[in-house]
């Protein structure tokens, strides 16, 4: 079974029982000129993420692993926000609103979408999430159990929001989850190292963590062609 050097231990894993996750890499939130630059956030920051996911994706795709990406956006009629989320924060544009790239995280628009250099393959399913999590009001773990899917690598934006939630909830359902350390950002530089010390803590109480170049090495090429 191929092992990757990660924290706090060695991550051992079964490529026909792991699926690689892409969380919210949406252009709203990654993106110069998109909703999360409008929010005064430096979105530099996450766009350090984007290469080393390229290349995770690139490396999953060619190793016939499951890819799921997952985008945080609403309904058009926004009937799935609830509206204690579209009030928060007091903004003047917010959930549902104009914003510089079409109506805020609404599905079908530009800036609800994923960004070009991680835009899913049509075989790669993509879930639309109302909440942080991937797994609140989705059909995520339906289809992680349907595949018979033990362990999550995961990638993705932010690290103490969408993430870290996602992390969380697979924890409890059971997965085995290995964060690529260089495959999360947050808006906040200390947010991004605490979600990492926060994983790996006490003998990995919500999983494990490791650089893209550690899975990418124990990562057998071509592993289920
Ligand atoms: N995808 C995700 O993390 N959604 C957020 O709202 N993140 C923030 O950091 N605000």
Redesign the pocket.
Known sequence: MPRVTAEPYEFDFDPSTTALVV??M?RD?VDPGGF?EA?G?NVSLLRRALEPTRRVLAACRDAGLLIIH?R?GHRPDLSDCPPAKRARGRLANGIGDPGPMGRI?VRGEYGHDIVDSLQPLEREPVVDKPG?GAFYATDFEHMLRSRGIKSLVVT????????Q?TVREANDRGFECLVLSDCIA???PE?YEMTLKMIKAQGGIFGWVAPSEAFLAALPAAALA
């Open positions: 969380i919210d949406q939130f999360g929010l956030n997952t945080e995280l942080k993705g934006v932010t690290a103490e929001v969408c993430v939630t947050s808006y906040f947010f």
